[in-house]
Structure formats: structure tokens, C-alpha cells
Nanobody, 116 residues
């Protein structure tokens, strides 16, 4: 059974930082491209960042320079370090595992709220 479990979301003030993580089980984690996506109320889900099995990272323009995606294959975990948070970063953040030879998996999401 495949599971992606996100954690670390919460309420943070503008300008603050938060680190969310996603632990995967039931997949060969090291061969998957891992990604973080987010969905704000009334909006479509959008890409935040991805990291390939080889460690290459890609970011949405809106988060470049503020967010950092990383992975630890020994812990089957992908992280998203979010700095200089803005109210517009408020959303449910979802973890995604993708690999061309296998199906795509999603986590259940973790809420991030940026507000004073």
C-alpha cells in the first residue's frame, strides 16, 4: 500500500518560515520525481517545486529564491523549506510522487496559512 504523508503545516506570520515534509512508503522512493503542489481556495492546484531522482530541482517563478525543495532517500522523505512567506502562499500543500513507468501518487495535503 502506497502512502504519502505530509506534515509540518501550520499558521505563520508574513515574513516567517515553515518546513513541510512528506514521508513516502510502499514505493521505491529513490527512483521517483517528487513534487510539492498547492491549492488555494477557489483556485486550481499549481506546481510549487519538483526534485528529480538525481536531485535536480525546479521551482515556480512565484517561489524562486524563497523556497527550497530537498530529499533524503535514506528516509524516503521530501522537504520544502519555505522562507519569507507571504499571505498569497496560503494554501493546502500536496506531495506528489511521479515516475514514468508507474502510476502517480498524491498525499492528503497539509494546510499552510500565512497571516498576521
Amino acid at each position: 500500500q502506497v502512502q504519502l504523508v505530509e506534515s509540518g503545516g501550520g499558521l505563520v506570520q508574513p515574513g516567517g518560515s515553515l518546513n513541510v515534509s512528506c514521508v513516502a512508503s510502499g514505493i521505491i522512493f529513490s527512483i521517483y520525481t517528487m513534487g510539492w503542489y498547492r491549492q488555494a481556495p477557489g483556485k486550481q492546484r499549481e506546481l510549487v517545486a519538483t526534485i528529480t531522482s538525481g536531485g535536480s530541482a525546479n521551482y515556480a517563478d512565484s517561489v524562486k529564491g524563497r523556497f527550497t525543495i530537498s530529499r533524503d532517500n535514506t528516509k524516503n522523505t521530501v522537504y520544502l523549506q519555505m522562507n519569507s512567506l507571504k499571505p498569497e502562499d496560503t494554501a493546502v500543500y500536496y506531495c506528489k510522487a511521479a515516475q514514468p513507468l508507474f502510476r502517480t501518487y498524491w498525499g492528503q495535503g497539509t494546510q499552510v496559512t500565512v497571516s498576521s
